[in-house]
């Protein structure tokens, strides 16, 4: 029997679902499928999503949901025809309904999702807050990702599902009144997640490399009379703030001399954000 076309489908703001994303590709490969296709939702030129057998979603958890980014990826997919899918997320606490949530919009495309997994990773919204030597950015810098807790697991889990996907059944997420009335509650940051979109700046530091212009996935980020202005699509990925090879970006006087982010080993910047 023909071996399954599998597709790894990422958005990632700052490198934790890039990491994740990487491990599934590096350690799928063999057995039942060939090696993984991977593809940033920000770049799927070149990607025919119709021609895998299997698709693989991954994204960081924003406010108890999927990014704002991600569901409009999904609205401007052509509907397929009961394609089979794994979706998981990185996240530093708690998603609420996001799965839920995501299954049934991906349900209304016609994928047909057998699994979903969270994983936990470093808290991107948090970081730039906290001071560079603070006992949580030391832990980080001393973790061994890879042996992050259901990592393993977790391909364990996909290679099963690959390896029976004709037969295997749609995971049905059931509504809980708990994480529905959590996630209501989270709600309440939303104008608080507003006001910080729009206290982003460019300190004097700024040198006009222009890689935060590049790199924004939303195309947020200008250069004016040779300054760096925001506009206000931003949708909080966190990625300028922490690649700001100066660490120029700041959001109102809160991150100045804080600690960056740049995802697990480096890797994002390196693999993915360069080539933008
Ligand atoms: C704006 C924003 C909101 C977030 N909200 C949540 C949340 O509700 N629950 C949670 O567990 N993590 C939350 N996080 C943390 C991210 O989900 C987590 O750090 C994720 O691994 C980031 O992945 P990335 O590096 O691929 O962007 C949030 C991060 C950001 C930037
Ligand atoms: S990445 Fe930093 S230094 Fe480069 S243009 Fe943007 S703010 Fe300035
Ligand atoms: S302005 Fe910065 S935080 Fe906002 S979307 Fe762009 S890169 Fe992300």
Redesign the pocket.
């Known amino acids: 029997m023909e071996k399954p076309r599998i597709l790894i489908l990422y958005f990632?703001?700052?490198?934790?679902?890039?990491f994740v994303s990487k491990f599934i590709q590096a350690n799928l490969s063999g057995g039942n499928c060939d090696k993984a296709d991977l593809f940033s939702i920000e770049d799927i030129s070149g990607c025919d999503i119709a021609k895998y057998d299997f698709v693989i979603l991954g994204f960081?958890?924003?406010?108890?949901e999927a990014p704002d980014i991600l569901n409009e990826f999904i609205k401007g997919i052509k509907l397929v025809s009961l394609k089979k899918g794994f979706v998981f997320c990185?996240?530093?606490?708690?998603?609420?309904n996001a799965a839920r949530n995501l299954i049934r919009r991906l349900r209304n495309i016609g994928f047909m999702i057998l699994g979903y997994d969270e994983i936990v990773?470093?808290?991107?919204?948090g970081i730039t807050f906290l001071n560079k030597n603070s006992s949580y950015m030391k832990k980080l810098s001393a973790k061994d990702f890879f042996r992050t807790k259901g990592l393993h697991e977790m391909v364990k889990k996909i290679q099963l599902l690959i390896n029976s996907y004709r037969q295997a059944k749609e995971i049905r997420v059931a509504f809980n009144p708990v994480r529905f009335l959590m996630t209501s509650l989270?709600k309440i940051f939303i104008p608080i997640?507003n006001r910080m979109k729009k206290k982003f700046y460019a300190d004097d530091n700024c040198f006009q490399c222009g890689i935060c212009i590049r790199i924004c996935p939303q195309k947020n980020i200008i250069a004016t009379n040779r300054k760096i202005n925001f506009d206000n699509k931003c949708i909080?990925?966190?990625r300028c703030i922490n690649y700001c090879p100066n660490e120029s970006i700041q959001i109102g006087g809160f991150t100045e001399g804080k600690a960056r982010w740049k995802?697990p080993y480096d890797i994002y910047y390196s693999e993915v954000l360069l080539k933008k």
Do not use: E, R, V, W
Not at 60 to 64: A, K, S
Not at 90 to 96: E, L, N, P, V
Not at 121 to 125: A, H, I, K, L, N
């Open positions: 990632s703001g700052t490198g934790n679902t890039y960081p958890i924003y406010g108890c990185t996240k530093a606490m708690y998603s609420g990773m470093p808290g991107s919204d989270f997640t909080l990925c966190m995802g």
